[in-house]
């Protein structure tokens, strides 16, 4: 596409010495100008020499010849090695030009609907391990996208709409680089062909399996024996995940020490799995990171699967880092607001970033569900216990939930646990009053059953205390009553005796 400057000699023999010389021509002559196709063999493409089209058919043109010579300029908007002959017939001159090669200018490389985004705030372009078509065109020189003549592309030339070097074929190789983020991982692209035809390469299959802003680079070595032809597209993206991966994920039961792992209504649940960037392969995209990372914990939403009750959702937190994040949510706690049967329950993830890019187990956006945990409506009771005013008492704490309309033994809760402190005496009757008795010891929950123990207060002091137990708040709570030696007590008691042996 660039002109060059053509010299044409008119030469004969000197009949005295038989050697070449100049001849005497000059003016303007009537020349039969022809186009011959060297490599390719054939094409379409004229010869442009002083203005005229010159094919493979012949071209009269006129030519201006001084002192033998006429010095013109020419061009050729194609690629390939080429020669042309000359014929002036009313002269009898007739000839060759050396075969010479024109080669492509640049290579002119784009990607269909690319936005050409410059940062992790440009638009998005399209997901990792997704297809996207690729442009690449061997172009000839055009003034405007070299301002300097230095016969190099200006910084960010649009090179797609010049002139297709149609005779052109060769072997090209392609690489990128990646522009953005930093530091980032360069990934791999895939699915362009090793070869250009008819000056054209579409690859429709090309693939990018990473996050970011890449530039694609396409050269071909030496054309011709004529040097490398070569080519860079601007910024390519942005590229994002095809999806954030979260697997079948587990609820934390509160108590896992017994046979059947559980939580108590109302009780603080934790949930712990991993968020992970994927492309459409389902390989990792670490690129997912910093400012390239647009999930954020607002973007997420904890929800009852399958139960009855419902859900309060603690603090949701993560930070990616090289495309991955461990998914924290601490003080859940769900419920029913009284009492209730036991329930298995399973909860589901849900969520976007703000690129779109959903929160699920695969591309086509399955919600992730995580297994299912055992709820139960709880109660801690003190049972009630008697005991000579000289022993020790000790009563049994019972951990309880609800089932089928009534309070059992959970006998999986070995979990439960408190101090003395958390427990109190009050409604002192009898003859029994504060600083008589004491808790002497405690134990908390194992199997179902915790226990607290009171000092024996002496003869002459019997009498009856409540226990009071500061249970957790998941719990409902029943007192029980401590009973030492004679003493009437309660109308709801219709007989009880102590008896010395």
């Known amino acids: 596409g660039h002109d060059f400057t053509v010299t044409i000699t008119a030469i004969g023999e000197d009949p005295q010495s038989g050697q070449c010389t100049a001849l005497d021509y000059s003016g303007t002559k009537t020349i039969d100008a022809t186009l011959f196709y060297n490599d390719p063999s054939s094409g379409s493409t004229p010869f442009i020499l002083d203005g005229n089209n010159v094919t493979s058919s012949g071209t009269s043109i006129q030519l201006n010849f001084t002192n033998s010579t006429a010095t013109v300029s020419a061009t050729y908007n194609d690629a390939g090695k080429i020669w042309f002959r000359l014929t002036d017939s009313a002269e009898n001159i007739t000839g060759d030009s050396a075969v010479f090669v024109v080669k492509p200018w640049a290579y002119s490389v784009t990607a269909d609907g690319n936005p050409g985004a410059a940062d992790a705030s440009g638009n998005v372009f399209c997901a990792a391990g997704d297809t996207f078509t690729l442009q690449i065109k061997a172009v000839c020189w055009n003034s405007a996208d070299d301002t300097d003549n230095d016969l190099v592309p200006d910084s960010g030339a649009d090179l797609s709409d010049n002139t297709v070097t149609a005779n052109y074929s060769a072997s090209v190789t392609v690489s990128h680089s990646l522009t953005a983020p930093s530091g980032g991982a360069a990934g791999n692209l895939t699915g362009i062909p090793g070869t250009i035809s008819d000056g054209e390469l579409t690859a429709a299959n090309t693939v990018y399996d990473e996050v970011g802003i890449i530039t694609i680079t396409v050269d071909t070595a030496d054309y011709l024996g004529a040097g490398d032809v070569s080519g860079t597209s601007g910024d390519i993206g942005r590229f994002t995940p095809k999806y954030i991966d979260i697997p079948t994920f587990v609820q934390n039961p509160a108590c896992t020490a017994g046979a059947h792992p559980f939580t108590y209504a109302e009780e603080p649940f934790?949930?712990?799995?991993?968020?992970?960037?994927?492309?459409?392969?389902?390989?990792?995209?670490?690129?997912?990171?910093?400012?390239?990372?647009?999930?954020?914990?607002?973007?997420?939403?904890?929800?009852?699967?399958?139960?009855?009750?419902?859900?309060?959702v603690g603090t949701i937190s993560f930070t990616f880092n090289n495309g991955t994040a461990l998914f924290t949510i601490p003080g859940n706690r769900y419920g029913w607001g009284s009492a209730h049967d036991p329930e298995t329950v399973t909860l589901n993830i849900t969520g976007s970033d703000s690129d779109s890019v959903s929160v699920s187990t695969d591309t086509s956006g399955t919600a992730a569900v995580s297994s299912g945990v055992s709820y139960r409506y709880g109660r801690l009771q003190v049972l009630d216990s008697f005991s000579p005013s000289t022993r020790d008492l000790t009563l049994t704490i019972a951990a309880q939930y609800y089932s089928a309309g009534d309070y059992v033994a959970n006998t999986d809760d070995s979990c439960t646990t408190y101090t003395d402190s958390n427990i109190t005496l009050q409604n002192w009757q009898g003859n029994l009053t504060a600083g008589d008795t004491g808790i002497s010891a405690f134990t908390t929950v194992t199997d179902g059953n915790g226990s607290v123990t009171l000092s024996a207060p002496g003869l002459s002091h019997e009498g009856m205390v409540d226990i009071i137990l500061n249970a957790p708040a998941w719990f409902t709570f029943d007192a029980g009553t401590a009973t030492f030696g004679i003493y009437r007590g309660d109308d709801r008691f219709i007989s009880w005796q102590e008896i010395q042996k």
């Open 270 to 312: 934790s949930i712990d799995t991993t968020l992970t960037a994927k492309a459409t392969g389902g390989t990792v995209t670490t690129n997912y990171t910093g400012d390239f990372a647009k999930l954020a914990s607002g973007d997420l939403a904890l929800a009852v699967q399958s139960g009855s009750g419902s859900l309060s």
